[in-house]
């Protein structure tokens, strides 16, 4: 499936080609849905997945006079293989060739609006509505072929982009599409092709995405090179919540090599032809000083500070189901995870262009639909006259500094019509200015029967907002420097059953009396939003420890007791096929050294995942080596085997990133790690010896979001593998080796 991408494009003869090929596409009547920016609508709620809110097939699906099939998304490709899976579903549905189809995702000319490609809702919405839109397009293909021939559409058949008669006529797809008008809304319930004729859907095939990655290409939006192209770098104070004390605006313009000072209220941009000058001359302008915008940020604990903030308290379950239970042990317990960097390995870039009124941005941006309406805003433009398009960034799940270094890119784009503008962040930047994944606190308390049985459950999540991805240009970091500045949206919580800061914080286990409750703390201590699963990580952590520590009382083997609590058939097929796969009966714990289990359905609507880690600690320096990890999977069906492993292997590594290392440090007025020795990563050492992800394929059941199964549950099971084999109980990320050394000297 070698598919011309986007970026294929750019190397390929720079942003002429680009829109030279798009204007053909447009001429042709090519292009995708998506005019206006509003976000998406409900009006077919009797389609699937993202049907529902754009159910034009020629939304979705093309079809050019030469048989080449055009297929759009509004979703990105952010590293998750999602280019990939989306051209299995539409090459199998429509029975097409290798090389025969080309992909456009998110693009605000052209493809659908999607919203925001988050939560693991890929597959589920665009995966659904492209493969339902092709099961739609190949039944009006054999339509049209069957009114032609005279013929019954039931006696027809197709393959590799032809309709086939049982006489040995046949037509193409382009001939055929000649005669048919896509701009219809699709059927519900169409037949999908069997599954023995599948040539690609659960398969295992080379993500198209990787080729560029590997061999040096123009494979991320910091690649992109145009013609006549600055490159600029925006100046701030160094981190969120600071300004620079002065900025010697003219001296900068004097500079050897700069182009250009732009200047708008507090926002200040700096272009070059060559990108050394504006580095150069962003370090001079960081001696200046620097100083406070906002009142001192909480010190001491941290929890105890969270705590203590004002906040909304929000309900979220209150189940009584057994009135009469009579408790006979309780247990409590209190978690907490700190400040978190996405860690994005290439600092936020965006590459913008102003000319004939008009502003195109290139954007690793998550959400190319609300960053598009935002930045008409800031920019004062008519939505129709802003264009994003998504290129991906060098690494990151979440809302880093994607969107706020596209407002910067714009704005400075604006001040020289007719020049493209490649704006980079500096690695201070994104580590001082991008929003951070929440700081959250837990308290769980519970309570077992005299027969070992969970009979009462208690759950309080404290959290920042966990989404505060622009709206409006007020969103931005530069909209609120210009003049006049703009207004932030206000925060608020994502409501059930998805959830922000609450999200999982339901427990998928039976439990006869339970009580969730949220306590959303609108105020930022610091500059907080989307990091990959939102709340789910701290809160499976603290629900999957927490099992644990009432397992330990009840002296219940964990997965036993973890089944004993569970209706959920498929909940526990995975416990069942990840303790199976791992020998969880056969393990023998030695000193220091024991295997930790946890699990969680992703918002428990999305996939089912359990994890088994074999870990060993090193007594006298807390170090601590995964020797194994085992997981079972249950995403639904089953498109790319492949890249479902690649998401699961790649969320353990991450998750025991933030479990075992990451934590943002700050003092009373700003951050104080800016870069990687003041932020710790996971290494290649930190990696599991052995991963393994068996799969549990559900053939012709729905999709299940896949990305952000892995963090909670990994979390957890770290954290009690770290316990058996410790014989301490560590509550408070990260599970750090002089965290793990000192619960150890403390015993």
């Given at each position: 499936m070698t598919v011309p991408t986007r970026r294929d494009m750019l190397a390929g003869g720079g942003l002429?080609?680009?829109?030279?090929?798009?204007?053909?596409?447009?001429?042709?009547?090519?292009?995708?849905?998506?005019?206006?920016?509003?976000?998406?609508?409900?009006?077919?709620?009797?389609?699937?997945?993202?049907?529902?809110?754009?159910?034009?097939?020629?939304?979705?699906?093309?079809?050019?006079?030469?048989?080449?099939?055009?297929?759009?998304?509004?979703?990105?490709?952010?590293?998750?293989?999602?280019?990939?899976?989306?051209?299995?579903?539409?090459?199998?549905?429509?029975?097409?060739?290798?090389?025969?189809?080309?992909?456009?995702?998110?693009?605000t000319a052209r493809t659908p609006d999607e919203g925001i490609t988050a939560g693991s809702h890929s597959?589920?919405?665009?995966?659904?509505?492209?493969?339902?839109?092709?099961?739609?397009?190949?039944?009006?293909?054999?339509?049209?072929?069957?009114?032609?021939?005279?013929?019954?559409?039931?006696?027809?058949?197709?393959?590799?982009?032809?309709?086939?008669?049982?006489?040995?006529?046949?037509?193409?797809?382009?001939?055929?599409?000649?005669?048919?008008?896509?701009?219809?809304?699709?059927?519900?319930?169409?037949?999908?092709?069997?599954?023995?004729?599948?040539?690609?859907?659960?398969?295992?095939?080379?993500?198209?995405?990787?080729?560029?990655?590997?061999?040096?290409?123009?494979?991320?939006?910091?690649?992109?090179?145009?013609?006549?192209?600055?490159?600029?770098?925006?100046?701030?104070?160094?981190?969120?919540?600071?300004?620079?004390?002065?900025?010697?605006?003219?001296?900068?313009?004097?500079?050897?090599?700069?182009?250009?000072?732009?200047?708008?209220?507090?926002?200040?941009?700096?272009?070059?032809?060559?990108?050394?000058?504006?580095?150069?001359?962003?370090?001079?302008?960081?001696?200046?000083?620097?100083?406070?915008?906002?009142?001192?940020?909480?010190?001491?604990?941290?929890?105890?500070?969270?705590?203590?903030?004002?906040?909304?308290?929000?309900?979220?379950?209150?189940?009584?189901?057994?009135?009469?239970?009579?408790?006979?042990?309780?247990?409590?317990?209190?978690?907490?995870?700190?400040?978190?960097?996405?860690?994005?390995?290439?600092?936020?870039?965006?590459?913008?262009?102003?000319?004939?009124?008009?502003?195109?941005?290139?954007?690793?941006?998550?959400?190319?639909?609300?960053?598009?309406?935002?930045?008409?805003?800031?920019?004062?433009?008519?939505?129709?006259?802003?264009?994003?398009?998504?290129?991906?960034?060098?690494?990151?799940?979440?809302?880093?500094?994607?969107?706020?270094?596209?407002?910067?890119?714009?704005?400075?784009?604006?001040?020289?019509?007719?020049?493209?503008?490649?704006?980079?962040?500096?690695?201070?930047?994104?580590?001082?200015?991008?929003?951070?994944?929440?700081?959250?606190?837990?308290?769980?308390?519970?309570?077992?029967?005299?027969?070992?049985?969970?009979?009462?459950?208690?759950?309080?999540?404290?959290?920042?907002?966990?989404?505060?991805?622009?709206?409006?240009?007020?969103?931005?970091?530069?909209?609120?420097?210009?003049?006049?500045?703009?207004?932030?949206?206000?925060?608020?919580?994502?409501?059930?059953?998805?959830?922000?800061?609450?999200?999982?914080?339901?427990?998928?286990?039976?439990?006869?009396?339970?009580?969730?409750?949220?306590?959303?703390?609108?105020?930022?201590?610091?500059?907080?939003?989307?990091?990959?699963?939102?709340?789910?990580?701290?809160?499976?952590?603290?629900?999957?420890?927490?099992?644990?520590?009432?397992?330990?009382?009840?002296?219940?083997?964990?997965?036993?007791?973890?089944?004993?609590?569970?209706?959920?058939?498929?909940?526990?097929?995975?416990?069942?096929?990840?303790?199976?796969?791992?020998?969880?009966?056969?393990?023998?714990?030695?000193?220091?050294?024991?295997?930790?289990?946890?699990?969680?359905?992703?918002?428990?609507?999305?996939?089912?995942?359990?994890?088994?880690?074999?870990?060993?600690?090193?007594?006298?320096?807390?170090?601590?080596?995964?020797?194994?990890?085992?997981?079972?999977?249950?995403?639904?069906?089953?498109?790319?085997?492949?890249?479902?492993?690649?998401?699961?292997?790649?969320?353990?590594?991450?998750?025991?990133?933030?479990?075992?290392?990451?934590?943002?440090?700050?003092?009373?007025?700003?951050?104080?790690?800016?870069?990687?020795?003041?932020?710790?990563?996971?290494?290649?050492?930190?990696?599991?010896?052995?991963?393994?992800?068996?799969?549990?394929?559900?053939?012709?059941?729905?999709?299940?979001?896949?990305?952000?199964?892995?963090?909670?549950?990994?979390?957890?099971?770290?954290?009690?593998?770290?316990?058996?084999?410790?014989?301490?109980?560590?509550?408070?990320?990260?599970?750090?080796?002089?965290?793990?050394?000192?619960?150890?000297?403390?015993?």
């Amino acid at each position: 499936m070698t598919v011309p991408t986007r970026r294929d494009m750019l190397a390929g003869g720079g942003l002429v080609v680009f829109f030279a090929l798009s204007g053909v596409a447009q001429a042709q009547g090519l292009s995708g849905g998506g005019e206006g920016g509003a976000g998406p609508k409900k009006v077919r709620p009797d389609l699937p997945g993202s049907l529902a809110t754009e159910p034009r097939l020629n939304a979705w699906i093309r079809i050019a006079p030469d048989g080449e099939v055009i297929v759009f998304t509004g979703k990105a490709e952010l590293g998750q293989g999602i280019r990939t899976a989306l051209m299995q579903l539409a090459m199998d549905e429509l029975d097409l060739a290798d090389n025969s189809l080309t992909l456009i995702s998110a693009d605000t000319a052209r493809t659908p609006d999607e919203g925001i490609t988050a939560g693991s809702h890929s597959m589920q919405d665009s995966g659904t509505a492209i493969l339902n839109a092709a099961a739609n397009v190949r039944h009006r293909l054999l339509a049209e072929a069957a009114r032609r021939w005279t013929v019954a559409p039931a006696t027809l058949s197709t393959n590799a982009g032809t309709v086939r008669a049982p006489d040995g006529r046949s037509l193409g797809y382009g001939d055929l599409a000649a005669g048919l008008d896509l701009q219809v809304d699709a059927e519900p319930d169409m037949p999908r092709r069997p599954v023995a004729a599948r040539r690609f859907i659960g398969r295992t095939v080379p993500r198209v995405d990787i080729h560029a990655k590997l061999t040096g290409g123009t494979a991320y939006v910091q690649d992109i090179k145009l013609p006549h192209m600055l490159h600029a770098r925006v100046v701030r104070g160094p981190s969120d919540g600071t300004r620079l004390a002065t900025v010697d605006h003219a001296a900068i313009a004097r500079l050897p090599g700069i182009v250009k000072v732009v200047r708008d209220g507090n926002f200040t941009a700096i272009l070059a032809e060559r990108e050394w000058p504006v580095v150069q001359a962003l370090h001079l302008l960081n001696r200046a000083g620097w100083q406070p915008t906002r009142p001192p940020l909480p010190q001491g604990d941290l929890a105890t500070a969270i705590q203590r903030l004002p906040a909304q308290d929000r309900p979220i379950l209150d189940r009584h189901d057994a009135p009469g239970t009579v408790p006979v042990r309780e247990i409590a317990a209190r978690y907490t995870r700190p400040y978190l960097m996405h860690g994005a390995i290439g600092p936020s870039c965006a590459v913008a262009l102003f000319e004939n009124g008009a502003m195109t941005v290139w954007t690793h941006s998550q959400g190319v639909y609300p960053l598009r309406k935002a930045l008409a805003q800031l920019l004062a433009l008519p939505v129709e006259q802003v264009r994003c398009i998504h290129s991906e960034g060098s690494g990151c799940y979440g809302h880093n500094g994607a969107d706020d270094v596209a407002a910067d890119a714009a704005l400075a784009a604006r001040a020289v019509p007719g020049r493209p503008v490649r704006m980079q962040w500096m690695r201070e930047q994104e580590h001082g200015w991008e929003p951070l994944g929440p700081a959250m606190v837990t308290e769980l308390s519970g309570a077992l029967d005299a027969n070992g049985r969970i009979v009462r459950w208690n759950h309080a999540v404290w959290s920042n907002p966990h989404n505060m991805r622009p709206s409006a240009a007020g969103d931005f970091l530069a909209g609120q420097e210009v003049l006049p500045p703009f207004p932030a949206t206000p925060p608020k919580p994502i409501p059930q059953p998805e959830g922000g800061g609450d999200r999982n914080a339901v427990p998928l286990y039976a439990f006869p009396n339970a009580v969730v409750r949220h306590h959303f703390i609108p105020g930022m201590p610091l500059r907080t939003s989307a990091l990959r699963g939102l709340g789910a990580h701290m809160n499976v952590f603290s629900i999957e420890c927490f099992i644990d520590e009432l397992a330990a009382s009840a002296r219940r083997d964990p997965v036993a007791f973890r089944l004993a609590h569970m209706d959920d058939p498929r909940a526990q097929a995975v416990i069942r096929t990840a303790a199976d796969k791992f020998g969880w009966t056969r393990y023998r714990r030695q000193p220091w050294r024991s295997a930790g289990v946890a699990f969680a359905r992703y918002k428990n609507l999305g996939a089912y995942c359990a994890i088994v880690l074999d870990v060993e600690i090193e007594p006298e320096t807390g170090e601590a080596v995964v020797h194994r990890a085992v997981a079972a999977v249950d995403s639904g069906e089953v498109v790319n085997p492949g890249g479902i492993r690649n998401q699961i292997e790649g969320g353990i590594v991450q998750s025991l990133s933030w479990t075992r290392h990451e934590a943002v440090g700050f003092d009373a007025h700003r951050r104080t790690a800016f870069d990687w020795s003041e932020y710790p990563i996971a290494r290649f050492v930190d990696v599991p010896r052995a991963v393994e992800v068996h799969l549990l394929d559900r053939r012709g059941a729905p999709f299940l979001g896949t990305g952000e199964a892995a963090q909670g549950p990994t979390a957890a099971a770290f954290a009690n593998a770290v316990a058996l084999a410790t014989g301490k109980r560590i509550r408070a990320m990260p599970l750090s080796a002089g965290t793990i050394k000192a619960a150890i000297g403390d015993g």
